[in-house]
T-cell receptor
């Protein structure tokens, strides 16, 4: 069975600084998808970034980028130039192509961006 | 705009009553929808997969008689919490994979907060 682990329950960062959130996972699959989702106080889940395991290039979306280390089964999220609106809970998630839509989530990391 | 809606957004009920939560896809049809449960400050746990035209598939440890799922049409899935108890109080979220899009594209509803007194 696949598992996703986020070992940082809470983190904080000063506005405009850079922060990295950690995520490790365990799977025997060779092809899969990894995601970072943001859940602000509204509780609406928002996709931040996705990575396809067969792509070696790290995904980037504006201020958000990932460091995908397939051999180490690590998938960290870097947020550059942190903004107050980045304050939220962040979830790392895993999905295998055969289970489209069925996500396995990590425990979550609460990020506080301080002014 | 929102592509997945949930109704109600909040519900308070008495212990022993049943509560129905709806999940609708607004812009597309979906043969599959997913139901997650989230306790405060915790992760989302998949409860079940709602399948149009067939029975729902429940995750291990989820009581199928307790959490009834009906995929009534290609745009609607309902989750009914039967004989609710205070421990059922939680945040329930549905997600819908978008057919025809990337295989990993899916949309989340805004969630329903259930409080059982």
């Amino acid at each position: 069975a696949q598992t996703v682990t986020q070992s940082q329950p809470e983190m904080s960062v000063q506005e405009a600084e850079t922060v990295t959130l950690s995520c490790t996972y365990d799977t025997s699959e060779s092809n899969y998808y990894l995601f970072w989702y943001k859940q602000p106080p509204s509780r609406q889940m928002i996709l931040v970034i996705r990575q396809e395991a067969y792509k070696q290039q790290n995904a980037t979306e504006n201020r958000f980028s990932v460091n995908f280390q397939k051999a180490a089964k690590s998938f960290s999220l870097k947020i550059s130039d942190s903004q107050l609106g980045d304050t939220a809970m962040y979830f790392c998630a895993f999905m295998t192509p055969g289970n489209t839509g069925k996500l396995i989530f990590g425990q979550g990391t609460t990020l506080q961006v301080k002014p | 705009g929102a592509v997945v809606s949930q109704h109600p957004s909040r519900v308070i009920c008495k212990s022993g009553t049943s509560v129905k939560i709806e999940c609708r896809s607004l812009d597309f049809q979906a043969t599959t929808m997913f139901w997650y449960r989230q306790f405060p400050k915790q992760s989302l746990m998949l409860m079940a997969t709602s399948n149009e035209g067939s029975k729902a598939t429940y995750e291990q440890g989820v009581e199928k008689d307790k959490f009834l799922i009906n995929h009534a049409s290609l745009t609607l899935s309902t989750l009914t919490v039967t004989s609710a108890h205070p421990e059922d109080s939680s945040f329930y979220i549905c997600s819908v994979p978008k057919a025809g899009g990337r295989s990993d594209t899916q949309y989340f509803g805004p969630g329903t907060r259930l409080t059982v007194l």
